[in-house]
Nanobody, 115 residues
Framework: QVQLVESGGGLVQPGGSLRLSCAAS????????LAWYRQAPGKERELVAS???????NYADSVKGRFTISRDNAKITVYLQMNSLKPEDTAVYYC?????????WGQGTQVTVSS
């Protein structure tokens, strides 16, 4: 059974940093791409960043230069380092993978950027 468990969210002031983690299990982690999505209140879920099995990365324009996605295949974990956070980054952040049978999502972790 595929499981994705996010952690690391919280309340941070504008300009601050957070690192999200997503611990995976139930599949051969190193073979699949992973991604972080986010959903703000009243808005659709959007792709934030993705990383392939070959470590190629892709970012939404709104987070380029501020966020970094990475993966540690030994720890079976994907990370999202978020710097220079803005109030508009406030959202629930979800870890995602797709093994070919449909999307798999974590439960989400709340990130709130506010002074």
């Amino acid at each position: 059974q595929v499981q994705l468990v996010e952690s690391g969210g919280g309340l941070v002031q504008p300009g601050g940093s957070l690192r999200l983690s997503c611990a995976a299990s139930g599949f051969i982690f190193r073979l699949y791409g992973l991604a972080w999505y986010r959903q703000a209140p009243g808005k659709e879920r959007e792709l934030v960043a993705s990383i392939t099995s070959g470590f190629a990365t892709n970012y939404a324009d709104s987070v380029k230069g501020r966020f970094t996605i990475s993966r540690d295949n030994a720890k079976i974990t994907v990370y999202l380092q978020m710097n220079s956070l803005k109030p508009e980054d406030t959202a629930v952040y979800y870890c995602h993978t797709n093994l070919g049978l449909g999307p798999n999502w974590g439960q989400g972790t709340q990130v709130t950027v506010s002074s």
